[in-house]
């Protein structure tokens, strides 16, 4: 059989799930919003100060840690001990006025069966203010976020395992949207069918990075570029 992830909705194999998780930044708002961007550059900022780098060196340092460690924050705190509250504030001090309400999105969460979980590496308030700004918010039951986490950042195994317990979620009743690839192998080792959100209007790349995880990565059920769309087509048979 073979595991190559479907670009098509499939109410079908959604039929199960009652628990819907989804990450935040480049997930419940598209990539083109370009939010991330702000959070980007304030940490950039904030290694640059903390420990007098040039911008350079400073941004060189941050993606470094980004990648050894899933957060910058993560690897700031292993190497240098910071205070992650002032980090988390310091990082997501950003103008969230290019988040629209987006009251489709809205009404297809709403109709999904079940609880709603935001599961971001980002922190609760920054995670109300985006959902806010979206106009979505309300549907969520919770927020776990990277406080909630320890500090320990998705791809963690950990870090999905002690949301589900703290949920009381039956990781094989739920399902997981997310937009960076490495964030959904724990999610489908846990038995949760996995979506993956790639960027629009970038269809030659979009193409590429396609292909890739058709080859490569069988912890990817889905991919879309279309939230929305994704999840209106698996309740419009319900509905
Ligand atoms: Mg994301």
Same mark, same amino acid.
């Given at each position: 059989?073979?595991?190559?992830?479907?670009?098509?909705?499939?109410?079908?194999? #959604?039929?199960?799930?009652?628990?819907?998780?989804?990450?935040?930044?480049?997930?419940?708002?598209?990539?083109?919003?370009?939010?991330?961007?702000? =959070?980007?550059?304030?940490? !950039? /900022?904030?290694?640059?100060?903390?420990?007098?780098?040039?911008?350079?060196? @400073?941004?060189?340092?941050?993606?470094?840690?980004?990648?050894?460690?899933?957060? !910058?924050?993560? $690897?700031?705190?292993?190497?240098?001990?910071?205070?992650?509250? @002032?980090?988390?504030?310091?990082?997501?001090?950003?103008?969230?006025? /290019? %988040?629209?309400?987006?009251?489709?999105?809205?009404?297809?969460?709403?109709?999904?069966?079940?609880?709603?979980?935001?599961? !971001?590496?980002?922190?609760?308030?920054?995670?109300?203010?985006? @959902?806010?700004?979206?106009?979505?918010?309300?549907? #969520?039951?919770?927020?776990?976020? =990277?406080? @909630?986490?320890?500090?320990?950042?998705?791809?963690?195994?950990?870090?999905?395992?002690?949301?589900? /317990?703290?949920?009381?979620?039956?990781?094989?009743?739920?399902?997981? #949207?997310?937009? %960076?690839?490495?964030?959904? &192998? /724990?999610?489908?080792?846990?038995?949760?069918? &996995?979506?993956?959100?790639?960027?629009?209007?970038?269809? $030659? =790349?979009?193409?590429?990075?396609?292909?890739?995880?058709?080859?490569?990565?069988?912890?990817?059920?889905?991919?879309?570029?279309?939230?929305?769309? #994704?999840?209106?087509?698996?309740?419009?048979?319900?509905?």
């Amino acid at each position: 059989m073979s595991t190559k992830p479907k670009n098509e909705p499939n109410p079908a194999e #959604f039929t199960h799930v009652t628990e819907w998780v989804f990450d935040l930044d480049n997930t419940l708002y598209p990539h083109e919003v370009n939010l991330f961007s702000q =959070i980007d550059k304030n940490m !950039t /900022a904030y290694v640059a100060e903390l420990l007098q780098l040039e911008p350079d060196e @400073a941004r060189k340092l941050q993606k470094q840690y980004y990648h050894e460690h899933g957060t !910058t924050l993560q $690897g700031l705190m292993i190497h240098y001990g910071i205070d992650p509250n @002032a980090f988390l504030e310091r990082a997501h001090a950003i103008d969230y006025s /290019a %988040l629209l309400p987006n009251p489709e999105l809205g009404e297809a969460i709403k109709a999904l069966p079940g609880r709603k979980f935001i599961l !971001t590496n980002g922190s609760v308030p920054h995670a109300q203010a985006a @959902a806010g700004a979206l106009g979505i918010l309300d549907h #969520f039951e919770d927020i776990f976020d =990277i406080v @909630a986490a320890d500090y320990l950042p998705k791809p963690a195994s950990a870090t999905y395992e002690k949301f589900a /317990a703290l949920a009381k979620l039956d990781t094989t009743k739920a399902a997981m #949207f997310e937009d %960076l690839p490495r964030n959904l &192998t /724990a999610p489908k080792a846990l038995g949760m069918k &996995t979506v993956l959100l790639v960027p629009r209007n970038l269809e $030659g =790349i979009i193409m590429e990075r396609w292909e890739i995880p058709a080859l490569s990565d069988d912890h990817i059920d889905f991919i879309t570029d279309d939230l929305t769309g #994704f999840l209106k087509e698996l309740t419009v048979r319900a509905g």
